[in-house]
Every structure is written in C-alpha cells, then in structure tokens.
C-alpha cells in the first residue's frame, strides 16, 4: 500500500528466538499503530504511538515492544516468540485530525515454531 | 467503550444481486465508522468512511453504507454484486480518547456465486 512499507513480508521464527517488524512511512504522519489479525478475530491493536519518541499499549500488548525514534518509523519487537504470536502483523498510520482514514501496511505473516 | 459487531461470518450471493454486509456499532458520543475489504493475502483497503452529514456515504468500487443512529447500524451495501467483490469485509469504529486506533469487528467474508 502506498505510504506505508512493512518489511519483512513473511518470517519463521523458533520458539524463543527474536525480531524486529518494521513499519516505514513516507506521509508525515503522527499516528501510528500495530495490529495483529487472526482468523474470527479481526484486527486486534498491539501498541501505538502518537508521536516521535511515544509509545503506549494497546489491546494485547504482552510479548511485544515497541519503538519510535523517528517519526517515519515504528519498530514492533518480540523478545522470545511463541507459537501463540504466529499470526499477521499490520501497520497502519493516520495524521492528528480526527476525520481522516487510515493507511494500512500490506502486513507481515509470521510463523512460531 | 467502542466497539462493532458483524453478526454474520460468511455472506453468500448471486453475482448481479444485491448484497448487504452487517455492522453495528456502541459507542458513546458520535461515532466514526469505517469500512475495509481485504483481499487474499493483502493488506486493508478503505472503502468508505461516515463522519458526519448525510446518512447515506457512497465509497469505492460502487459500495455504499447506510448509516442508521437508531438503530446503531452502518450497513454495507451494493446494488449489483461482482464476483471481484469476494473478500473479507471490516466494519471499524474510531477510538474518541487519545489513541485514536480503530476498533474491529471480526469480519465478514463475502463470496459472489457466478
């Protein structure tokens, strides 16, 4: 999707091992969230930030870190995957004004083994 | 709290009937709610929004959404549907607090019989 890039775009992972989703955007700006989609479930929010330097939880934040150093970029870290965390990740941004929509990454399928 | 709800997991219909995709919605002040389609393996993309005015918002691909206060619905609608139409269909309603994240239903997943 235009604006936002989500990389990797599919990852295995074994049980215990780490790594680090990342979401890059081109249009400036200040909302930026990270989602988790599981089948009969809908998108379920991870953590989000409301600006450079801010972060805070979400719905079902256990498992995850995040981090925003730069405003274009919004990392989603697992320390020790689980098979629980197998799932897809979407990132999706939206400015400060309250009726705009919003941008969704094309996601990332992750796989714990 | 805000929330939605798709009562139906999975719509079928005849390609050239029309169809219908459920929502309704709770929240407390006035709600901003939103439609997303997903297609296999790809990400969310944005079909129409109501923020306010008129209750009936048209959006991409020929879909349009009733919105009904009453009654708590915004209903997802088409006049004729198009095998391309199959997809899993979001129904979302914006967060008022500071996070401003969009809340979910769990989706409906549209099939269009040739």
């Known amino acids: 999707n235009a604006g936002v890039t989500q990389t990797p775009k599919f990852r295995v992972l074994k049980t215990g091992q780490s790594m680090t989703l990342l979401c890059a955007q081109d249009m400036n700006h200040e909302y930026m969230y990270w989602y988790r989609q599981d089948p009969g479930m809908g998108l379920r929010l991870i953590h989000y930030s409301v600006g450079e330097g801010t972060t805070a939880k979400g719905e079902v934040p256990d498992g995850y870190n995040v981090s925003r150093l730069k405003k274009q970029n919004f990392l989603l870290g697992l320390e020790s995957a689980a098979p629980s965390q197998t799932s897809v990740y979407f990132c999706?941004?939206?400015?400060?004004?309250?009726?705009?929509?919003?941008?969704f990454g094309s996601g990332t399928r992750l796989t714990v083994v | 709290a805000q929330s939605v709800a798709q009562p139906e997991d999975q719509v079928n219909v005849a390609e050239g009937n029309p169809l219908t995709v459920k929502c309704t919605y709770s929240v407390s002040g006035n709600p901003y709610l939103f439609w997303y389609v997903q297609y296999p393996n790809r990400g969310l993309q944005f079909l129409l929004k109501?923020?306010?005015?008129?209750?009936l918002v048209k959006g991409s691909y020929g879909f349009e959404a009733e919105f009904n206060k009453s009654q708590t619905s915004f209903h997802l609608k088409k006049p004729s549907a198009l095998v391309s139409d199959s997809a899993l269909y979001f129904c979302?309603?914006?967060?008022?607090?500071?996070?401003?994240?969009?809340?979910f239903g769990t989706g409906t997943r549209l099939t269009v019989i040739p």
């Open positions: 999706a941004i939206t400015p400060w004004q309250g009726s705009y929509g919003y941008t």
């Open positions: 109501y923020i306010t005015g008129d209750n």
């Open positions: 979302a309603v914006r967060d008022l607090t500071g996070a401003n994240n969009l809340f």
